[in-house]
């Protein structure tokens, strides 16, 4: 069965300053990975996906994330921290045990905030 | 084109009643799932419909139960509410293949009294 681990609940970084927000998986097939954002009293946007494709995956507002297969990471970067990138990240694995699916299962989410 | 669009947005229900949740996909795409989201259980998976047939479903009560219309649109019903059913819930939708891009809308957030 497929599971994604977020580490650090909480990450503090300041204005200008790299973003760095880590997520491995657990897969027993070629995974495919997301990467959503989640601002207050909102729904979740779509960052980036990696889907077997190039293993550097850029996605919106300058965000980024490299799959490593031999790390089982999909860790999502952006080099300068800006204060409007304040809000929850979820990493997320495309259940595919079960046949055809569309079924995502998230991490526990990882709060950034971004100090002037 | 429009996104995912749910209504409503925003409402409250007194324990043991029951509430359906509406969702509207983008157009074309025929996949639609519902999540639940609580600040214990974090993003939890309800159920996945494709062309009028659940494909998947996730681990909660029969209490939970939803369905899709031709149109691809869809509603997820939850009856004998409980205090425990205080959540946001989102629903998505994607194209039909593994992998292609899952669209959240902006959520329903009930609150059970």
């Known amino acids: 069965a497929q599971s994604v681990t977020q580490l650090g609940s909480h990450v503090s970084v300041s204005e200008g300053a790299l973003v760095l927000l880590r997520c491995n998986y657990s897969s027993s097939v070629p995974p495919y990975l997301f990467w959503y954002v989640q601002y207050p009293n909102q729904g979740l946007q779509l960052l980036l996906k990696y889907t077997s494709a190039a293993t550097l995956v850029k996605g919106i507002n300058g965000f980024e994330a490299e799959f490593k297969k031999s790390e089982t990471s999909f860790h999502l970067t952006k080099p300068s921290a800006h204060m409007s990138d304040a809000a929850e990240y979820f990493c997320?694995?495309?259940?595919?045990?079960?046949?055809?699916?569309?079924?995502?299962?998230f991490g526990t989410g990882t709060l950034l905030a971004v100090q002037p | 084109k429009a996104g995912v669009t749910q209504t409503p947005r925003y409402l409250i229900k007194t324990r043991g009643q029951q509430v359906t949740l509406s969702c509207s996909p983008i157009s074309g795409h025929r996949s639609v799932s519902w999540y639940q989201q609580t600040p214990g259980q974090g993003l939890q998976f309800l159920f996945e419909?494709?062309?009028?047939?659940?494909?998947n479903k996730g681990n909660f009560p029969g209490r939970f139960s939803g369905r899709q219309f031709s149109n691809s649109r869809s509603e997820m019903n939850v009856s004998t509410l409980e205090l425990g059913d205080s959540a946001l819930y989102l629903c998505?939708?994607?194209?039909?293949?593994?992998?292609?891009?899952?669209?959240f809308g902006e959520g329903s957030w009930l609150t059970v009294v």
């Open positions: 419909y494709f062309s009028e047939t659940q494909r």
């Open positions: 997320a694995v495309s259940d595919r045990g079960g046949g055809a699916t569309n079924k995502l299962i």
């Open positions: 998505a939708s994607s194209l039909v293949a593994e992998g292609n891009t899952i669209y």
